[in-house]
């Protein structure tokens, strides 16, 4: 992600941070709102648009745990889909670390 970001016009550049700022921080909003009280197939739609966000910003710390967390609730695997939530808000944060200098 930070590659990606440096090969951007420095407008360019600040214009994408912050849009994924706002993009990750409301998405993650939503998540952890609905997270304990949807059935998994009306989450996995809200963490698809997560993962499909950080995979365009090429961050992998985030959309591959995502991803991960996508198919065990498509495939109603509640119990996996939870066990991949702390390490989707723990990549979440990194990347918003990340994110801070730019």
Request: aromatic letters at 2%.
């Given at each position: 992600m930070l590659k990606l970001l440096a090969l951007l016009p420095a407008p360019t550049r600040?214009?994408?941070?912050?849009?994924?700022?706002e993009t990750l921080t409301s998405q993650l909003r939503s998540l952890?709102?609905?997270f304990e009280g949807f059935p998994g197939e009306e989450l996995a739609p809200l963490?698809?648009?997560l993962?499909?966000?950080?995979?365009?910003?090429?961050d992998p710390d985030l959309s591959v745990?995502?991803?991960?967390?996508e198919r065990?609730?498509?495939?109603g695997d509640g119990e996996t889909a939870a066990s991949h939530w702390p390490e989707?808000?723990?990549?979440?944060?990194?990347?918003l670390v990340a994110l801070e200098p730019f």
């Open positions: 600040a214009q994408m941070v912050a849009m994924y700022r952890q709102t609905a963490v698809h648009k993962a499909g966000s950080a995979a365009m910003m090429q745990p995502a991803r991960a967390m065990a609730l498509r495939s989707v808000r723990a990549a979440a944060a990194r990347t």
